[in-house]
């Protein structure tokens, strides 16, 4: 069956390059929730992923939650989320918080 675009077949070594990428953004992007108890947890996760050569920003959700029981509901506490970099400068990788307005 055609659908009118011009399409070929992908190089093995490219498909194999983005599988190995998309497994690498797949464990990155994994959910990270410690309970402490009935009414702690601690949650680490990232968000969104953006990259350029030699640079890569990305959220990474940071925080706590409490259970308040009365209210049956979760408060964040401790929020330490927030956008980061990672920069390759010669060879060194350096890592730093972003602030974005």
């Known amino acids: 069956m055609k ?3 011009k399409a070929e077949r992908m190089p093995l070594e490219v498909n ?4 190995q ?8 992007g994994q959910k990270a929730t410690t ?4 009414t702690h947890a601690h949650s ?11 640079s890569q920003v ?4 940071d925080k706590d939650w409490f259970y308040r029981a009365e209210e049956r509901r979760w408060i964040t506490l401790n929020d330490n989320s927030g956008w980061r970099r990672i920069e390759r400068v010669g060879k060194r990788i350096v890592r730093s918080e972003l602030h974005v307005a």
């Open 3 to 5: 659908i009118g675009l």
């Open 35 to 38: 309970d402490f108890d009935e």
């Open 58 to 61: 990305y959220y990474q959700q």
């Open 16 to 19: 194999a390059m983005l599988l």
């Open 44 to 54: 680490n996760e990232i968000l969104n992923i953006w990259e350029s050569t030699a």
């Open 21 to 28: 990428l998309n497994s690498f953004y797949s464990e990155m």
